[in-house]
């Protein structure tokens, strides 16, 4: 059984990957109005990984007895200044939530509620990998820097980003 803290603590986790989904989707659907395919289809796949990390954790709070809530959400950005702007943002985002697992975490030991510290180590791992690919994508536009055809093969390059994303996500579903 979860303890009020852990259980609000976890719901406050849902919120943010709800919200994490929902602005990647916004992204999403700007860079697809900008013809940017691969950028666009990175971001629709990140959307959908967020979502399945609020999932994960909707299915664990009930399952330990608790009520994972379905939040509000307030409406994410409508337009971007530039792709560089996006990925910036996104690498920002990352970093705030492994902050906020790394709290959750905390709140887990303070609690002694290891049987949900122990379901928070995939968060922990998932928060390395997400911000290596942010940091890897925002090495390279920083090597396209206002090279239009640079920004043409970065888009192209990030489909191939975009499937491998996938498989990822479905190796870390697995391991719950
Ligand atoms: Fe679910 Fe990208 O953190």
Same mark, same amino acid.
């Given at each position: 059984m979860l303890s009020s803290k852990v259980s609000t603590a976890l719901n406050k986790q849902i919120e943010l990957e709800a919200s994490s989904s929902q602005y990647y989707l916004a992204m999403a659907s700007w860079a697809e109005t900008q013809g940017l395919n691969g950028v666009s289809g990175f971001l629709y796949k990140h959307a959908d990984e967020e979502r399945m990390h609020m999932l994960k954790l909707i299915k664990f709070v009930n399952e330990r007895g608790g009520h994972g809530v379905v939040p509000a959400l307030s409406q994410p950005p409508v337009k971007f200044k530039s792709v560089k702007?996006?990925?910036? $943002? @996104?690498?920002?985002? =990352?970093?705030?939530? /492994?902050?906020?697992?790394?709290?959750?975490? $905390? @709140?887990?030991?303070? =609690?002694?509620?290891? /049987?949900?510290?122990?379901?928070?180590?995939?968060?922990?791992?998932?928060?390395?990998?997400?911000?290596?690919?942010?940091?890897?994508?925002?090495?390279?536009?920083?090597?396209?820097?206002?090279?239009?055809?640079?920004l043409y093969f970065f888009d192209r390059d990030l489909e191939t980003f975009a499937v491998a994303g996938a498989g990822q996500a479905e190796g870390g579903g697995k391991g719950k």
């Open positions: 702007a996006v990925f910036e $943002e @996104i690498l920002k985002h =990352e970093v705030k939530v /492994t902050n906020e697992i790394n709290k959750l975490v $905390e @709140i887990t030991l303070k =609690e002694r509620d290891y /049987t949900t510290h122990n379901f928070l180590q995939w968060y922990v791992s998932e928060q390395i990998e997400e911000e290596a690919l942010a940091r890897q994508i925002m090495d390279k536009i920083k090597l396209i820097g206002d090279d239009k055809s640079g």
